[in-house]
């Protein structure tokens, strides 16, 4: 089965610095899908970020971009010039046909943004 | 556009009983799926459906099912709750089952069973 990482359960940075949030993921799998999702307070699921895996280029969405290591099966975000707003938890999933397309998530990394 | 919508927000059950959970997908989305929430095992996917149509199940106890109806809602149903049945319990929907399409997720339900 399908296994995603995230070795961080809390990480903080400093408004306006960088923060890296590592995730590694175990498949055998060729095709298939890598999210970060962001989870504030208030609960509900948000997207920031997808790579899909036959890409080597790494995604990026403003402040938020990837480090999308296949071999390695790594996949880590990076979120530059932190806000405040950025604080929450954060999920790593992962997704591909042949699982149905259902996520697989890693058990979140919770991300304190320090004024 | 509305986003997707869960009835109740909150839910405070009794060991024992049975209850149900309602999720509205964004308009016109055809595929809903849900995933429980808990601290310790994390989010855990239950069951998608499209077209009225379970199209997979995760790895929970019959005592979980789910139903779609010909408007893409769709409900779960977990009977003979259990203390371990508390979680939020969170739908997503997209547009159609494939995994190039984003799911969008709702508020959740938060579920105590006491």
């Known amino acids: 089965a399908q296994t995603v990482t995230q070795s961080q359960p809390e990480m903080s940075v400093q408004e306006a610095e960088t923060v890296t949030l590592s995730c590694t993921y175990d498949t055998s799998e060729s095709d298939y899908y890598l999210f970060w999702y962001k989870q504030p307070p208030s609960r509900q699921m948000i997207l920031v970020i997808r790579q899909e895996a036959y890409k080597q280029q790494n995604a990026t969405e403003n402040r938020f971009s990837v480090n999308f290591q296949k071999a390695a099966k790594s996949f880590s975000l990076k979120i530059s010039d932190s806000q405040l707003g950025d604080a929450a938890m954060y999920f790593c999933?992962?997704?591909?046909?042949?699982?149905?397309?259902?996520?697989?998530f890693g058990t979140g990394t919770s991300l304190t943004v320090i004024p | 556009k509305a986003g997707v919508t869960q009835t109740p927000r909150y839910l405070i059950k009794t060991r024992g009983q049975q209850v149900t959970l309602s999720c509205s997908p964004i308009s016109g989305h055809r595929s809903v799926s849900w995933y429980q929430q808990t601290p310790g095992q994390g989010l855990q996917f239950l069951f998608e459906y499209f077209s009225e149509t379970q199209r997979n199940k995760g790895n929970f106890p019959g005592r979980f099912s789910g139903r779609q109806f010909s408007n893409s809602r769709s409900e779960m149903n977990v009977s003979t709750l259990e203390l371990g049945d508390s979680a939020l319990y969170l739908c997503?929907?997209?547009?159609?089952?494939?995994?190039?399409?984003?799911?969008?997720f709702g508020p959740g339900t938060r579920l105590t069973v006491t």
């Open positions: 999933a992962y997704r591909s046909p042949n699982t149905g397309n259902q996520f697989y």
């Open positions: 997503a929907s997209s547009l159609t089952s494939g995994v190039a399409y984003e799911q969008y």
